[in-house]
Structures are given as structure tokens and as C-alpha cells.
């Protein structure tokens, strides 16, 4: 675009993002963190269908690698009543976890003798 036009589409996108990340936080389905931003559509479904809309969204499921990002993900869990699944697997090692690309938890939150896999990590 010639000139100006160019900064004034860059304006308008920027004001038209920043109303649908308003309205998000009003339903209560984005937050953000240290940068990060967490969203949810609020809707059920299993681990898998999970992923793979994650990934559509251009993102990925939601993996806390410090206490302000589990706060994030924990405020939808409070907000929709229902748990999260979470971007970490169990290990080759029973009883220890890592991410879903094989890095090793940085950061656990974990209550006592937990994750029991029960919904009550």
C-alpha cells in the first residue's frame, strides 16, 4: 500500500485486536501472563482434539513453566468449573513428568502424592 495506508490498516487491525481481546477478558476467556497470552473457548473435549486445536489456533496447550502461568491457567479452571488438561506427559520414568516435546518440568505444583491422574493434581 502506497504512503500512509500501510500505518493506517496497521492502526485500524491493532484497535479492531485490541476490542476482541476486551471482549475476551469480559467472557472470561483469555488471560494473559508473563507475556504469554491464555485462551480457552470454554468447550469440553478429550487431550488429543485438544492438541490439535491448539495447534490450528496457531498456539499450543497450555504447559505452566512458573507459578504466574499455572495462576492463569487455574483462573479458567475456576472461571468454566472444569480441569484443564495440560501440555505434559508422563516420562518413560513412572512418577516423573516432562513436557509433550520430551523437555523436563522446570516448574510442578503439584498437591501431596499427586499427579494421580484422578483430577485432583
Known sequence: LPGNEMGDVILQLEDRISKLEGVLHLEGMITASEGKIFATNGKT???????KKCE???GSIAAPR?????AAILYFVKQFNKYAYLGIKESLIPGKFQFLDGAELSYANWYSNEPSGKGEE
Open 56 to 58: 490450528e489456533s496457531g
Open 66 to 70: 512458573n507459578a504466574g502461568e499455572n
Open 45 to 51: 473435549a478429550d487431550f488429543h482434539a485438544t492438541v
